[in-house]
């Protein structure tokens, strides 16, 4: 039984770490991504001790809200274009104020999403969710999902900021270009072995996840090898991340210099605003399927007033 809590406990720990690339290259700028990864994993490691802490559902892996993901991505670019907008020319100072800015602006997203769930439980709103319909349910997840492919097409073609005309102008060149569409077509190759191999249960086959992921790695990096392509160029070509300016023994904590109010530009961040109250509108309602649907998973009783209460905390304190 222990190697089995160890290898599922393992295993989440690698979806957490691919959630975190994933999530922050749609939310974070290039120069900010490491930092926005680092600043992910921290998150998710404090909203973990706060449900193992006080959760009813003892079983309950906590991750970031996919669902609140698309409306995420949409504030930290309206942030980004209200701080550009307001540009000095100055690049050290510009990049310092896109720093300060982006995470201020998170930091207060999680602390609005805490106050309004907090406040969901405390009143005892959870019971209104039970009479939400089922078209409405299942157009939520059609909205997300469509939302999440865009968002990944986005990422893989490196226009995370374009416009409502992207589809048509980068989407088109994309399928002109050799490298956009092996992209797109390895990332769904990917998207749907994962999909349907993986099916059954992946805390039964604690070892498909990590294998498929190796797999990939391991061809990639044969056919980089065969082809003669350095790194470099797959960088240059988008088939991997920027590398990363600067290395050291304390990169993983080195984020919290982004943390300067008094450098933020307030004035992006007031205005980005609708993006992100919309935002809890749609993580309430996420909650309110996904919890008792693991609970029912799980043949456990919940609360759902509790679990929005345990939900603030551990986006406060993330």
């Known amino acids: 039984e222990a190697i089995s809590v160890l290898s599922v406990g393992l295993l989440a720990g690698l979806i957490a770490l691919l959630r975190a690339v994933s999530f922050a290259g749609l ?18 490691v404090v909203s973990q001790l706060v449900y193992a802490r006080a959760g009813g559902l003892h079983a309950t892996i906590a991750y970031a809200s996919s669902a609140a993901l698309p409306f995420l991505s949409e504030f930290a670019l309206d942030v980004e274009a209200g701080v550009q907008a307001d540009a000095t020319g100055n690049a050290e100072a ?20 805490a106050a309004c769930l907090s ?17 409405v349910v299942f157009g939520f997840f059609v909205a997300v999902g469509f939302q999440m492919v865009l968002g990944g097409v986005k990422l893989v073609t490196r226009h995370r900021d374009a416009d409502e005309r992207w589809f048509v102008d980068t989407l088109i060149a994309t399928i002109w270009d050799g490298d956009g569409v092996a992209q797109v077509l390895t990332a769904g190759a990917l998207g749907l072995l994962l999909r349907f191999g993986g099916r059954r249960d992946f805390g039964r086959r604690p070892g498909f996840l990590p294998g498929v992921l190796a797999a990939f790695l391991v061809l990639f990096a044969a056919i980089a090898a065969a082809a003669g392509t350095s790194a470099d160029e797959l960088r240059a ?9 600067e290395s050291s023994p304390t990169a993983f904590v080195q984020y919290f210099r982004h943390l300067q109010p008094q450098k933020a530009n307030w004035g992006a961040i007031f205005n980005a605003g609708p993006s992100i109250v919309a935002m809890q509108a749609m993580l309430a309602l996420d909650l309110a399927m996904s ?23 551990a986006s406060a304190a993330s």
């Open 27 to 44: 939310i974070y700028p290039s120069h900010l991504l490491r930092d926005g990864i680092t600043a992910y994993c921290l998150a998710t």
């Open 94 to 113: 510009d990049a310092e104020t896109m720093g300060a800015t982006v995470f201020l602006a998170l930091a207060l997203a999680s602390l609005l999403s």
């Open 291 to 313: 919890i008792p649907a693991m609970a029912r998973s799980a043949r456990a009783p919940y609360n759902i007033d509790s679990e929005f209460r345990v939900a603030g905390a």
């Open 237 to 245: 070509r988008a088939w991997l991340f920027p590398a990363s300016a």
């Open 119 to 135: 406040l969901a439980g405390s009143l005892r709103l959870g019971v209104l969710f039970r009479y939400i319909q089922a078209p």
